[in-house]
């Protein structure tokens, strides 16, 4: 049972930059030796700013991308290596729920056809089995089954969503990245899907990364956190430990300035402003990344890139050389 | 309470569109007073960017506004009942006498918002040059000095680079130094930090706060996020289907919320748990935001409401007050007017049966 659905180890990804037709092409390195793991009917929940690599990160899981070192392992099975053929069997149960719904679906295709193709294209039941089928999902995800041949401009931003998780659902996935699901929807239609996501883990005992940016969002849905900083995992470890004790800097300073909703709690709070912003992420500093805007650095800190390790206890990791000591 | 700087009475916009004509403000009522930073809260389509635009007179060709005024230090913004073309030039020119120089706005995105084939001095001097009488030294050197107050280092080098040299939170703090540049009065900032990374954002809800703070600037700040209003604004507004659902002091809404939108609105952010107390799902509002081309008569929010009774289907809830800085509409804390509505309505009946 605790064998974990995905568990990666020093994953990394980078893309070549061309800035100019007569220099090298340079490197960014959006994800940099990585390595974590999500059970079963667990929701991993990532954070950082952008550019930051966590959706390369969603991306890399999923094999969308190639990644360049380090290794995926999908319940046991090493997938780094696998050819597209290979990996057919496995995208049927690692999926991903995008944050653009607007864009993520076909305006030429029904609903019925949009949640229908995933399993047309695995060959999956017969033509009136799949239409039961279809119905069935629209009613999961909280669409009416009538409406089954309209076409994606009819429906609002919240209900497209649906639609995609319809979609994701179709093939009954054990593990699904969620991009930023809810960023492009207005603050009451983000409660329904968050709700919604979570009413369809308990029932299928699904497994998540969630990726987003809203932190109060993510703290709410996942059992575990990842902060991310210029490509590198800075901290993991359970939600509500995380946000009310975090170890590593960047996490403190990232929690401090995340807006609260309950005015005497903000005006209370003690922030701790960064200074400046991310580094341009193909000039990575040479020690910890975050030295340049960590307002603890100490001159070692430039020196030194340090490793995730355990701090605190209870699966808790932080990358910091100042808690190591 | 203070005094007042802008009062919108009874604005009522309405877009053409080639589907109808939709009624994106309606009634709507609110003031700013001097030195005060004020919050409207709303998902899109509440109205809340339309009836600030309007204040400047930046609505669009198929927008306009039916009735209302809109009274900034006494003189009248709003172009309602201009009919001739002669009337609209000469309200125009004076519109061209407060946008930017008494009032003033910061956008969402702030690359779209600077030109990048102009140096950021050039962008900087043009407003000041324009609504002061000033040399071009002068304004240079005003400009040098925002640079250096909205905190960007290096300022004099600064100047003379383009837009697409800077990164988006440095971006953003040059839109608000061209916002503070003729020392405005009110400062309009649209969702400025939307398209900002969180610690970012803190730096330049921050800044704003300061150089309103410094300066005695009212602020009037829109956005969808209760957590930047909650930290930042006084006294919130908050809209929803183009009228004001709501208004009070930043603790009157937080904690002592009546209306049945905003207190849906309030369950469905995460609030601060304690630990243990975790995975209980949100509270949610069913269903999506009303569209405004087929909106009912009565209460906009009926449709959502949990409360919801017959009479928010026909009427509009009058505006109840609570305090004096506290008051919404809903027909849950008016339930005498109501009978006395329903009680109207049926003697008119029975007389036209009669």
């Known amino acids: ?40 009917g667990e929701t991993l929940g990532l954070v950082g700013e952008s550019g930051c690599g966590k959706s390369t990160l969603g991306r890399t899981i999923l094999k969308v991308h190639e990644p360049d070192g380090g290794k995926i392992l999908f319940e046991g099975t090493d997938i780094t290596g696998f050819s597209r053929a290979q990996m057919r069997p496995y995208r049927k149960r690692m999926q991903m729920i995008f944050q653009d719904p607007y864009a993520s679906l076909n305006p030429r295709f029904t609903v019925g056809e949009l949640i229908g193709e995933p399993m047309e294209i695995y060959d999956m039941y017969t033509r009136a089995e799949r239409e039961v089928r279809v119905q069935e999902l629209m009613r999961t995800v909280g669409l009416k089954p009538d409406h089954i041949r309209r076409y994606p401009h009819e429906f609002s931003g919240g209900q497209r969503q649906r639609i995609g998780i319809a979609r994701t659902l179709a093939l009954d996935p054990e593990f699904i990245v969620c991009d930023e699901p809810i960023s492009a929807l207005d603050v009451s239609i983000q409660s329904q899907i968050v709700n919604l996501l979570e009413k369809i883990q308990a029932e299928r005992q699904l497994s998540y990364l969630f990726i987003a940016h809203d932190l109060g ?42 807006p609260e909703p309950d005015p005497r709690a903000a005006r209370a709070r003690q922030r701790i402003m960064l200074e400046g912003e991310i580094p341009n992420p193909l000039d990575i500093p040479k020690g910890c990344p975050f030295c340049t805007r960590c307002p603890q650095a100490k001159p070692r800190c430039r020196e030194e890139r340090p490793e995730l390790k355990e701090a605190g206890g209870s699966g808790r990791q932080a990358a910091c050389l100042l808690l190591e000591g | 309470m203070g005094e007042r700087l802008l009062t919108i009475r009874d604005l009522n916009i309405e877009f053409d569109t080639p589907q109808g004509v939709v009624k994106a403000v309606r009634d709507v009522n609110f003031h700013v007073d001097k030195g005060e ?53 000469r309200h125009e020119q004076f519109l061209n006498t407060i946008r930017g120089n008494k009032i003033s706005m910061i956008f969402q995105d702030p690359m779209t918002y600077l030109n990048p084939v102009l140096t950021i001095g050039t962008q900087l001097t043009e407003g000041i040059m324009t609504h002061q009488k000033c040399s071009k030294k002068e304004a240079w050197d005003k400009s040098v000095e925002l640079l250096r107050k909205v905190g960007i280092p290096g300022p004099e080098r600064r100047m003379y680079q383009y837009p697409y040299e800077f990164s988006g939170g440095m971006r953003q703090r040059i839109v608000i130094a061209i916002a503070l540049s003729c020392d405005p009065k009110l400062l309009i900032a649209d969702e400025p930090t939307t398209a900002l990374d969180v610690t970012v954002q803190a730096q330049i809800l921050e800044l704003i706060r300061e150089r309103a703070k410094a300066d005695n600037t009212s602020v009037i700040m829109i956005t969808h996020d209760l957590g930047v209003v909650a930290s930042l604004c006084e006294r919130i507004i908050i809209m929803y289907g183009g009228k004001v659902a709501e208004e009070g002091l930043a603790e009157e809404i937080f904690y002592e919320a009546k209306h049945p939108y905003t207190q849906g609105l309030l369950g469905s952010v995460v609030k601060r748990r304690q630990a243990g107390d975790r995975r209980e799902p949100l509270e949610s509002i069913p269903g999506t935001p009303p569209d405004l081309l087929k909106i009912n008569r009565g209460c906009p929010f009926m449709s959502r409401c949990p409360k919801a009774m017959k009479i928010c289907k026909d009427y509009i809830p009058a505006v109840t007050p609570f305090s004096q800085t506290h008051s919404l509409s809903c027909w849950l804390y008016c339930k005498e007017q109501a009978r006395e509505l329903v009680e109207r309505q049926k003697a008119e009946m029975g007389a036209g049966l009669g």
């Open chain 2, 37 to 89: 930073i004020l919050g409207i809260v709303g998902e899109s389509g509440s109205g809340k960017t339309v009836s600030v635009m309007s204040c400047l007179g930046l609505l669009t060709d198929n927008e306009k506004i039916v009735r209302g005024e809109i009274l900034f230090e006494g003189e009248n913004l709003s172009s309602a009942g201009i009919r001739t073309e002669k009337e609209r030039k």
């Open chain 1, 217 to 258: 969002m993510v703290r709410h849905i996942s059992h575990r956190i990842g902060v991310m900083y210029l490509g590198y995992l800075v901290e993991v470890g359970e939600a509500d430990e995380v946000y009310s004790h975090p170890l590593h800097p960047y996490t403190k300073a990232l929690m401090s300035a995340a």
């Open chain 1, 1 to 40: 049972m605790d064998q974990p659905v995905i568990k990666i180890e020093d994953l990394e990804k980078s893309f070549k930059v061309k800035s100019s037709s007569f220099k090298r092409p340079a490197r960014v390195r959006a994800v940099n030796k990585v390595s974590l793991e999500i059970k079963k």
